[in-house]
């Protein structure tokens, strides 16, 4: 899962410094280069905020299936549990008063 998210993000900022540094050439001999440069690290920061919640979401995923795992493992304990504590029973009661 670390390895997923940690590829989602290299690509996703490696996208995103590509458009910026596009941006950047087109608007740094402007007049208002400040506020290009806020505008651009604005959308810059959107975009790494969007690449966090895919992130969060493929965990989310993630803990779905562990939680539908957990659930079996813990049907299949409580079988054997309960079939050990029958077998124990049939074992230790006593025969005569069956």
Do not use: C, K
């Not at 670390?2 to 910026?20: D, E, M, Q, Y």
């Not at 995923?61 to 124990?88: D, H, M, P, R, S």
Request: net charge positive; charged share 10%; proline share 1%.
């Amino acid at each position: 899962m670390v390895a997923v998210t940690v590829i989602v993000h290299v690509i996703g900022l490696g996208l995103v410094n590509v458009r910026v540094l596009r941006l950047l050439r087109l608007v740094e001999r402007r007049r208002h280069f400040v506020s290009a440069f806020a505008l651009v690290m604005g959308v810059a920061t959107l975009w790494a905020t969007f690449l966090h919640a895919i992130e969060a979401s493929i965990w989310a995923v993630a803990f779905q299936f562990l939680g539908a795992i957990e659930a079996l493992n813990g049907i299949i304990l409580i079988g054997l549990t309960t079939a050990f504590l029958y077998g124990t029973i049939q074992r230790v009661w006593p025969v005569d008063a069956r």
